[in-house]
Structures are given as C-alpha cells and as structure tokens.
C-alpha cells in the first residue's frame, strides 16, 4: 500500500466507522421515543446489541484516531446506555430478613430432544420453582427425570400452536395450588405456590412474536388479557414468561405501568442462546409484584434450547406489601 492510499483508506474507515454509528443511535432514539408503533417498537428491541456494537466502533474510532467518527460513536454511545437503563438496571426492592426463594424459568423449545441438557440444566440451578414452557413431544417424556427433585407440579393440556404441539408446567419443592388462568389468546399456567415466606402465586406465559406477527395486534392484546388476569391476584406474584420483547419496549412498559409488575434486570441476554449472552437480548422475562425484593438474577446452563434459562432469588420486601 502506498502513501497516497493510506489516507484515502482512513478517510474511508472514518467514514465508515461515523455511518455505522447512525445505526444504534437510532435503535436508542427509538427506545426512548416510547412511541407503540410496531416498527418502532421493533427497533426498541435491540439496544443491548446496539450497545456491543456502538462500542466496537468507538474502539475502532480510537484506533483510527479519528475526531469526527469517535464524537458521533460517543455520542451514539451515551444514547443507548440511556435508553437501556430501564431495562438493566431496574429497582430490585428493598430485602427483608425472612427466608426467599429460588425460581427458573426455561423457553425449552418445541423441537428439543436433549433432555439430558434440560435435567443439567435444572438440576445445577438447584431453584425452589421451576417453570417450563414450550415443552415439546420430543422432551416430555423425560420431565419425571428432569423434575425428579420437584414432586408437586400442575401441568396444562398438551395444545396445538406455535411451532408445534407442546405443555407448560410449574414444579415446586415445595406444595402448590392450581391458580385458574383462562387466556383465550395465548396460553398460560399458574399455580399459588407455598413459600417459605408465604403464598406466593407463580404464572408461566408466552406471548407471540413481535414479527412477524400472528395478527398485528396479537401481542397487545394477550398483553391486556394478562393484565385483566393480573387484577385478580392479590398478594405477592410472579410471572415469568417468552414475552417476546424487552423489559423497556412497548409490552415491558404495558407490563410494568398497567400491571404495577417490576422486570428483574435484562443483563446478560436469554436469546437468541447460539450467541454470546453478552451480545443477545432478554426477551425471556421475570417480573414480580413489589411486595418481593430481587436479590439475584442469573443465566443457568444450556438447555438445548434458542432460549437461555433465567433463574431469580426473591425475598419478601422490607417495605411491607404492595399498594
């Protein structure tokens, strides 16, 4: 390469490098327009992985020494950590001293076949709850060595839907009640579970995907029937669930502000699980009443999976019950 070309080359990256950086800017503006159109709200999906990507091009700036393309990547970066602090770094309540517990959650994917990944999986997790959705006919018949530790279950129907036939299921260590939970939209199970810190009702749900869609407002309304559902419960409850769309997103923010519900923190990613959890999106969702404080929230071990598994501990709050 001669000398001529290396500053056409620089002038090139440069430009590249402030071009790229367009990009996440937008996903963040989108984020934090909290505008409800769908194509916006798609784009509000992706700030975690327009956060790994404006950093690489503020790396890349750096490198080239480049004022111009680092100002724009800079700036594009300040953006997105804004418009992704609702759903990282949300409020985990104030703990209290009485015992909590331990709850995993798991998208196990319709056409899974590694059981020996899913029982892993749950049993290095060692949760007090667990909740599966998506189980398809290709895992089912192993779950009685998967849950070997969880005697007290309520399991739905096998339905048709989605990616294929599959059953969603509550275990405990502990005894539980079926909880009716009648969705004419989705589907959904739930179960008031006895914790060592009292009653605490559990709800596994899955919501369509954001695109392409089953009908363009599929995932408004089952989030509305969800809500009506949530007004029936009293007392402390959670419910984990394939939402399909981040914490801060359209249906993140129906959840937390029509339902009074708190996300547990979206950092690392659950999906898609063939990339680095640093780099993917939490659309696999925890959310709790704040009646209960979050004290930890982790990504367990691969299940065979597209979806990572989250696992929660939660204790009753030390600011008594919810309003």
Known sequence: MTLSTRPRLRWFLTTAVALLSVGPFVIALAALSGHGHRWVDILAQFVGPALVAV???????????????????GLSLAFVIVAG???????????????????YFANLFVGNDDVEAIARSVREADADIVVLIEIGDRSRPGLDRVLAAYPHRVTTPRFAGGAGPSTMLIASKWPLTQRPIELMHMFGVAAEVETPTGP?????IHLTRPWPYQYQWAQIIQTQELLEWRGTI?????VAGDFNSVSSARIGRMVRAEGGLVAAPAWPGTWPSFLPSWAGITIDQVYRTP????????IAGDTGSDHRPVVVS???SADGPAA
């Open 55 to 73: 950093v690489l091009l503020l790396a890349a700036a750096l490198v080239l020494r480049s004022r111009v393309a680092g100002t724009v990547a």
């Open 85 to 103: 602090t609702p759903q990282w770094f949300p409020a985990k309540g104030w703990a209290g001293e009485e015992p909590g517990f331990t709850l």
């Open 200 to 204: 605490v009702t559990v709800a596994g």
């Open 234 to 238: 009293q007392g402390p409850l959670v």
């Open 291 to 298: 009646d209960l404080a979050l004290t930890d929230r982790r």
């Open 314 to 316: 939660l204790v009753r």
